[in-house]
Every structure is written in structure tokens, then in C-alpha cells.
């Protein structure tokens, strides 16, 4: 019994560990960079909303420039439901810590602005209604005013 219950625990304590991963990484380069993270949650493959986001703004050179350009980390956590489209077990546990910690409410498309300790400085529910220019502008002016 004793042998079990350590097992169990090294095993949720490994999922833990691992599931922070990209959010840890994360906050250590823009910690070294003085980047915000952006942290969007979307269901790349059947959340009109988070579809339209991805295509309309995050996939688009303006706002790939606040990766480039040192402004941003992006990390985006996407809860597919299509067979084809599935994550791995270690991504799918890692977007749901994720979920666990940031996005409780189960809100797609759920962006947030981090700063390089996790605290959340701006969030935007649903479809940002800002275009590119206008959603970059807004990241960039937040970084600017953000203490040294």
C-alpha cells in the first residue's frame, strides 16, 4: 500500500512538474528579455471566434513583430476536438493545468497578458474587437508602462 501511494504521488508530482512547462519556459525568457506573456486559449477546430482570432491576429506579421521584437511570448493553448486534430497526452495535461490556473470560467476565445511572474495585466474575453494594428498597439503601450 505504502509503495502504491508513493508511486501515485511521484507520478502527479512528475504531471505537475511537466505541465508547466511552456508557461515556466516562458516566464524565464521573458523574464531575461522583459517580454509580457500572451496566453490564449482556443478550439482551433471548432471555435468560430478562436478561428477568426488566429487568422485575423495572431497569424499575422504585425503581430508576429511582438514575438520578433522581444515585446511578447505566446503560448497558446488550444483544446482541439477532431480525432485528426488531438494533442499529445503531455500537451493536453498541459493545457489543462493551464486552464486550471488561468481560464476556470471555460471561456474560448480567452486571451490574457502576463508579466514575467504570471500575474495577469490585461485579459480579453472572446474575439478581441480591436484589429491587429489596434491589439499590438495595446500589448506594446502595456509593456511600455510596465515598471523596470
Not at 500500500?1 to 504521488?9: E, Q, V
Not at 493536453?92 to 490574457?112: H, M, V
Not at 500589448?139 to 515598471?147: V, W
Request: aromatic share 8%; glycine share 2%; proline share 3%.
Amino acid at each position: 500500500m505504502k509503495t502504491l501511494f508513493s508511486a501515485i504521488l511521484m507520478v502527479v508530482f512528475a504531471v505537475c512538474i511537466q505541465a508547466q512547462s511552456r508557461l515556466e519556459n516562458a516566464k524565464k525568457t521573458a523574464s531575461e528579455n522583459k517580454e509580457l506573456i500572451l496566453l490564449n486559449f482556443s478550439g482551433s477546430d471548432w471555435c468560430i471566434p478562436c478561428i477568426k482570432l488566429h487568422k485575423n491576429i495572431i497569424e499575422t506579421d504585425e503581430f508576429k513583430k511582438l514575438e520578433t521584437e522581444n515585446v511578447i511570448v505566446y503560448i497558446n493553448a488550444d483544446f482541439p476536438r477532431d480525432k485528426k486534430n488531438q494533442l499529445s497526452a503531455e500537451l493536453k495535461k498541459e493545457n489543462a493545468a493551464l486552464a486550471d490556473q488561468y481560464n476556470q470560467k471555460g471561456l474560448f476565445p480567452y486571451t490574457i497578458l502576463l508579466n514575467s511572474d504570471g500575474k495577469i495585466l490585461k485579459s480579453w474575453e472572446g474575439l478581441p474587437s480591436e484589429n491587429v494594428l489596434a491589439f499590438s498597439k495595446e500589448i506594446r503601450d502595456i509593456k511600455d508602462n510596465q515598471k523596470p
